[in-house]
């Protein structure tokens, strides 16, 4: 049986935050280290495709978890958390530059799947940060 990519990106975007702050296992990560270990994705493009979904997985749960903090917090509270994100997503794109600068002086193709896991792992710590402020500000919702 195949699954898309695009179904399990689905799935795990469906799930709620409150189960992987409960203590289950981080789904993007899971489906990530599926699809990596799939000998169909053994190749560099493979892997980078991997890497590729994971990342806009992370993307798209960073920013779900964003909106939800803009509706629940107290507004000047929201206001510095605006700050913050627009603060942090500069970094993250100087981030990316020099993450792209330093892999440009490296020769083969095993760098390109190690950028690209780089560049998820920098998404998913904020993803996975702000899912956090998520989960402290439903205690006593």
């Known amino acids: 049986m195949h699954i898309s990519k695009r179904f399990v990106v689905t799935l795990m975007v469906s799930l709620p935050v409150a189960a992987f ?52 917090l107290p507004p000047n509270v929201a206001t510095d958390l605006r700050a913050s994100q627009r603060t942090w997503l500069a970094f993250r794109d100087q981030e990316a530059k020099a993450r792209g600068a330093l892999y440009e002086t490296r020769q083969g193709t095993m760098y390109v799947p190690m950028q690209a896991d780089d560049a998820t792992n920098f998404i998913r710590d904020r993803a996975l940060q702000l899912e956090g402020y998520v989960a402290v500000v439903a205690i006593d919702s």
């Open 21 to 72: 702050a409960a203590g289950s296992k981080d789904p993007t990560a899971v489906a990530l280290n599926h699809c990596l270990n799939d000998a169909a994705n053994a190749s560099t493009a493979g892997q980078t495709d991997c890497e590729a979904t994971a990342t806009q997985d992370y993307d798209h749960r960073m920013n779900a978890a964003y909106a939800t903090l803009m509706r629940k």
